[in-house]
């Protein structure tokens, strides 16, 4: 990818094994600041694990990260934070007791120490994800669509410079992914690097200005989404072995 | 501030007022003694309700930094003649530093659940056989304090002088719990009670927001044994480091409503009630209150598992009140 902008996020040689599994195999990539980017790849294909390395969720067996050039590999979870990069949850992790204001106030505080201060960033936040409405709402008593929109928006409050964000529509309607779409290029609009992860290829396509393409582990293509649907590497990683021969045929026979 | 935390502390304040008035009204020594128990509970739930109620960290062994407070104060006083109001400050930072060194040790290792219950029941265990051991404790015999009335000397003629004491520790304490409604620091606690690794995310270093409430907590639980010392001017391993303190400190916490700010008074004063109201029917039987407690404990976990208060609160919304928002008292 060009190399004009400065990558915000650079990952070299990443490893993570558990056991005798290569969840994530010897990866680099590097994330331009401000770009709006994809991950993808097939079920188990190490999406989560690349993510929960780089934000320092686990530590790397091999490999280096450096974020906003400053190395972070080992770095705490909640210090990766502070410094700027904030991750979602695929599967969501709400404060299920709590209301939705406090839930996105968790993250507003990180910035901001009196509560009047977090709970205003909160409500603003709120309001760009759609969640103004909600606010005194138990965080469980929410549907789906709701809790991945709370996700977001708490990760969103911590005044992030790069936000990871894990599958945030899967399980949404067609309706709910058209709905969020915009507001995550919103997101990104606001000056917000984006790097996601994501199987709804409508989204993918959509959004994404780069997408990398992972498969057991290694990344076995990148490039826009345009290039990357047809790559035959990549559908054969997602349709299995000869798939993309078939369907070149089936292309040639119509 | 908010408007919710200025109508919570106006509430406390009424509260207060309200409390500091009622001797005026009781002419019963009786009823004294009961308030001033009362408020001694309460204020032990309170200790508890910050670790085990905002923090999730249910500890089995407060007993210890009570027993620490108590000790303290006694040593101090028995052996050293020092004044058991500075007693009180001394007894306040060895309860905190105990909280800390607990903390430290179970928090780092990520112990949690039922490990960390049975590491502090078990810490308490060892606090008890050390007061047992050692001379200076007044070992198994326990330690009296001298007969020396006045209010210099945390003695009171009149039990209004206990009254107000303890409800000066009460009123610091819910003074805590209001600020950890309202301030970071009790977000970020609460967030590590709902999921740690969201809080993580979200940049809360969930050891040392674990560190500081078990350290206030220990804190907290120590100026209650301190109390308990000048009350009853005696104190032996048992009575400090027995799990009778411990249960009673979460009981009150879990029968009030875990995590809120009056959960510890009013599971305070129903125990209380229930325990004059068992005695009044068949007589003192220590036996049973234990046993009292036990079903209580289960009836309340099973029924009403957030509490006096959250059960009120929702049969506040059944009868079709309007609920507010980030109701917190
Ligand atoms: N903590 C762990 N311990 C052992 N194996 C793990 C662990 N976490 C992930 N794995 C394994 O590593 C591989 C990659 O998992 P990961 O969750 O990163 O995949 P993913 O690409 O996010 O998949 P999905 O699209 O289904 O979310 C899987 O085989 C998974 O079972
Ligand atoms: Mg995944």
Redesign the pocket.
Known sequence: MSDAVPPILEVRGLQKS??G?R?VDDVTLAVPGGSLTALI?P????????FALVSGFITPDAGTVAFAGRQIAGLPAHLVCRAGMTRTF?IVQPFAGQTVLENIAVGAHLHRVRQADAQAHARAVAARVGLADQLDKRADSLPIAGRKRLELARALATDPRLLLLD?VMAGLNPSEIAEIIPIIRSIRDGGVTILL?E?VMQAVVNLAEHVWV?SYGRLIAEGSPAAITTDAQVIEAYLGHGAAARMQAMQVAQ | MTPSAVRSLLFIVAFLAAMALLPAFIRSEFWLTFLILALYTASLGQAWNVLGGFGGQYSFGHAMFFGVGAYAAAVLQVRFGINPWVTLGAAFVLGGATGAMVGALTFRYGLKGSYFALVTLAFAEVFRVLANTFEFTGAGVGMMIKLAPGAANFQFVAKTGFYFTILSIVAAGLMVAWWLKHSRFGAWLTAVRENEDAARALGVDVFRVKLGAITLSGAMMATGGVFYVQMFQYIDPPLAFGAGISVEALLVAIVGGMGSIFGPLIGAFTLALVNHTTTELIGRAPALSMALYGLLLIVMVTFLPNGLIGGLASLARRLGLRQRSGGDE
């Open positions: 558990f056991g599994l969840a790849g079920n188990g294909a190490g999406k989560t694990t690349l695929q599958e992860i199987h992972l």
